[in-house]
C-alpha cells in the first residue's frame, strides 16, 4: 500500500482551537474588567476542518461578542483535548524487503464531550487521516467478471490509484515543504536543490502515466490489454538514476540542516500538521524510489491473473524484464555514487592507511555500527575491496565524516573468524565485550595474518541479526575479490603459505587462540 494523503492545505493564522474565554462577573453579576485577550497562536490547519467546524466557529463568535448581564461560570482554558478523545497509536513506518511497500494504520476512539456552560470550538484534530481505501468493484454498479478477471482489474486498479496517490504527495512535497522554506529562507536554494533534487521532474513523468492507464478503461470500467503501455512507459523511469544517485548526499545534507533551530522547528511543525499523516520530510523524498521497486509485485500479480489466451500474456513477461532492468541499472549506480561519497569522507590519519582497494571499489556491501575489543564504537565499511575501521566526527561545517581507524584490510586477504556466543571471554574481550560474565556474544574477528602490523580485530555487533549480515557479507566479499584479484595477482614472491589466507574460516575464540599460539 502506498503512504496516503488528505485533501488540499493552506496555511492560515488562528486563535488557538480550545482556548475558550468567558466573562468573569462578581457576585453582584456585574461584569469586572477582562483579562487582555491571549496573543493567537498559529496553527496550520486544514480547508476541510474549516468547513467542518465553520457552523460551531460562528456560534461561538457569536456568543464571545455578544454582552450578557447573565451570570456565567468561568471556563478553565485549556489547550489540548485530553481527557476528551484518547491518544491515537501510530503504528511505526514498516519497511518489507526493499522498502517495496508502505502500511500505515490509524485508529481513534472518541468519548463523550463533557457538558460545558457555554459552547466552545471543538479543538480541530492533527492526528492524520486515513485516505480512501477504494477498490475497483467500489467503482462499477454490476459486472459479469470471473473471480480471476475482477482479481486483474484490483490489481490495475491499485496501479492506476498509486500513481494518482504518488503524484498528490510529490505535488504537495513541493508545496508544503520546497517553496515555504526557499520563500522564508530557512534553507538557501542551493541547498534545498541537493535535498530535493530532481523530484519535480517526476511529477510529469508519473502524470503522463496516469494519463496512458485511465485512456486504457472502457465504457465499463475495464482494462484490457496493459502490456504495451507499460512497455513503452517503463523507459521514462530511467529518469529515476539522477534522483536515487543524488538521496545518499540528499540525506546526509538533510541530516545535518536539522540540527539547526530554524529548521528543526519548520519540519517539526509540518509532521505534527495533519497533511503530513505523522511522515517527516525524507519519507516523501523516499516515496519515488519505494515506488519504483513495487512496479515488479504489481505486474507479477498482473500476469498471474491474466488468462493463457489474453494479449497480455505475451507481452507482461517482456515488461517485467524491462522494468526489472531498469532497476538493476538504478541500484548499480546508486551504490557506486554511495561508494564515491563515503570515500570522500574519509580522513586518513597516515598515508599508509590510502590502500588502493579502498579507490577501486565501485560500491559498498553494507556498513554500520559495530564496537571493538575496548567498547569503543566504530563505524565500520566494507567497500568491494577493502574493510575499513573508522571514528565518526565532524567537519568545520557540521557534516559527519569518518576518522580511519588503525590499518585497512584488502578483502582479498581476509580471515573471517565466528566467535560462537556463550564462549569463555579471553583476553581482549573480558570486561568490553562481556561486562564482567566471562561470556561473549554477537562478535567476530577479522585478521589480515600475512602482515605482521595488521592486527586481528574482534567487532560485536548490536544484536545476533546484524552478525550474521556481517558474516554474510563478509564472505560474499572475500569471495569476490578472490575470484576478481585471481591467484595469478598475487606477488610472485609471496609465500604460498599465505595463498589460503583468504578462505573462509569458522572457528571459536578458543581455537583461534591455539592457533595463535604455535
Not at 229 to 248: D, E, H, K
Not at 345 to 368: K, M, N, T, V
Request: net charge negative.
Amino acid at each position: 500500500m502506498e503512504v496516503e494523503e488528505t485533501g488540499q492545505t493552506r496555511t492560515s493564522w488562528s486563535v488557538a482551537p480550545g482556548e475558550t474565554h468567558s466573562i468573569a462577573c462578581d457576585h453582584a453579576g456585574k461584569k469586572r474588567k477582562q483579562d487582555p485577550a491571549p496573543e493567537p497562536v498559529i496553527r496550520i490547519i486544514e480547508d476541510e476542518e474549516e468547513d467542518e467546524e465553520g457552523e460551531m466557529m460562528s456560534d461561538h463568535t457569536k456568543d464571545s461578542e455578544e454582552p450578557s448581564n447573565k451570570r456565567v461560570k468561568p471556563v478553565t482554558k485549556s489547550n489540548s483535548l485530553t481527557g476528551v478523545i484518547t491518544p491515537v497509536k501510530t503504528p511505526a513506518l514498516k519497511r518489507i524487503g526493499q522498502s517495496i511497500s508502505r502500511s500505515i494504520s490509524f485508529r481513534t476512539e472518541a468519548r463523550p464531550l463533557p457538558p460545558a456552560p457555554l459552547r466552545s470550538r471543538t479543538k480541530a484534530s492533527s492526528f492524520p487521516r486515513r485516505r480512501n481505501s477504494q477498490c475497483w468493484s467500489d467503482t462499477v454498479e454490476s459486472h459479469d467478471l470471473t473471480a480471476k478477471e475482477i482479481k486483474r482489474q484490483e490489481v490495475i486498479y491499485e496501479l492506476t490509484q498509486g500513481e494518482r496517490q504518488l503524484i498528490d504527495d510529490l505535488s504537495l512535497v513541493k508545496k508544503v515543504y520546497y517553496e515555504p522554506m526557499l520563500k522564508l529562507d530557512i534553507m538557501t536554494e542551493s541547498e534545498l536543490g541537493q535535498i530535493f533534487g530532481t523530484l519535480d521532474s517526476l511529477i510529469p513523468l508519473h502524470e503522463d502515466l496516469l494519463s496512458r492507464l485511465e485512456r486504457l478503461r472502457g465504457s465499463e470500467k475495464t482494462v484490457g490489454e496493459v502490456g504495451p503501455t507499460l512497455m513503452n512507459w517503463f523507459p521514462c523511469l530511467g529518469a529515476y538514476v539522477t534522483y536515487c544517485c543524488n538521496q545518499v548526499g540528499a540525506k546526509a545534507l538533510l541530516d545535518q540542516k536539522k540540527h539547526e533551530k530554524r529548521v528543526e522547528h519548520f519540519l517539526r511543525l509540518c509532521q505534527e500538521s495533519s497533511f503530513s499523516r505523522k511522515l517527516d520530510l525524507w519519507n516523501f523524498l523516499d516515496l519515488p524510489r519505494s515506488r519504483l521497486v513495487k512496479y515488479p509485485l504489481l505486474l507479477k500479480e498482473i500476469q498471474k491473473c491474466t488468462p493463457p489466451d489474453h494479449p497480455d500474456e505475451d507481452t507482461l513477461p517482456d515488461a517485467l524484464e524491462q522494468i526489472q532492468s531498469i532497476i538493476t541499472e538504478v541500484n548499480q549506480k546508486t551504490g557506486e555514487a554511495e561508494c564515491q561519497f563515503y570515500r570522500r569522507g574519509l580522513i586518513y590519519l597516515e598515508e599508509s592507511q590510502r590502500l588502493p582497494e579502498i579507490q577501486q571499489s565501485r560500491f559498498i556491501y553494507c556498513h554500520g555500527e559495530l564496537k571493538n575489543n575496548k567498547g569503543q564504537r566504530l563505524h565500520v565499511f566494507l567497500f568491494e575491496l577493502a574493510l575499513v575501521l573508522s571514528r565518526p566526527t565532524e567537519d568545520k561545517d557540521g557534516g559527519q565524516v569518518f576518522n580511519v581507524y588503525r590499518q585497512p584490510l584488502p578483502n582479498a586477504l581476509l580471515n573471517l573468524e565466528e566467535i560462537p556466543d556463550g564462549e569463555a571471554g579471553g583476553g581482549t574481550f573480558r570486561g568490553a565485550f562481556t561486562g564482567g560474565n566471562d561470556k561473549v556474544r554477537n562478535c567476530f574477528r577479522v585478521s589480515s595474518r600475512g602482515r605482521s602490523k595488521f592486527h586481528p580485530y574482534s567487532l560485536q555487533a548490536n544484536d545476533s541479526f546484524s552478525k550474521q549480515q556481517w558474516i554474510t557479507c563478509l564472505r560474499q566479499a572475500i569471495v569476490q575479490s578472490r575470484d576478481r584479484m585471481g591467484q595469478s595477482q598475487l606477488s610472485p614472491h609471496t609465500d604460498p603459505a599465505l595463498y589460503h589466507m583468504a578462505e573462509l574460516s569458522l572457528s571459536s575464540d578458543i581455537e583461534m587462540a591455539d592457533h595463535t599460539s604455535r
